[in-house]
């Protein structure tokens, strides 16, 4: 059984940074591709990034430049680096693994 934990989240002023990190446990994880989703009120879950055991990345267009992914396979978790944070960022920020396994989210919040 695979279970993933996301920490992180909080609230931010336009313009700033958080990290968020995700701790997975269970067997093989650092085998899977790992990703970070994020759903906004009123809206459909979307992709934010990904990133292979390899360390093949993969964004949304929407936060290309600004998010960064990486992942610690010793320790088995993955990161989520935000910096220029919009309100338009504000979302429940959910981990993934092997597009099946979730975490149960962390709220970030972008507002002044």
């Known amino acids: 059984q695979i279970q993933l934990v996301e920490s992180g989240g909080g609230l931010v002023t336009p313009g700033g940074s958080l990290r968020l990190s995700c701790a997975a446990s269970?067997?093989?994880?650092?085998?899977?591709?790992m990703g970070w989703y994020r759903q906004a009120p009123g809206r459909q879950r979307e992709l934010v990034a990904t990133?292979?055991?390899?360390?093949?990345?993969n964004y949304a267009d929407s936060v290309k430049g600004r998010f960064t992914i990486s992942r610690d396979n010793a320790k088995n978790t993955v990161y989520l680096q935000m910096n220029s944070l919009s309100p338009m960022d504000t979302a429940v920020y959910y981990c993934?693994?092997?597009?099946?396994?979730w975490g149960k989210g962390t709220l970030v919040t972008v507002s002044s």
């Open positions: 993934n693994y092997a597009f099946y396994y």
């Open positions: 269970g067997s093989i994880v650092s085998s899977g591709t």
């Open positions: 990133i292979t055991s390899g360390g093949n990345t």
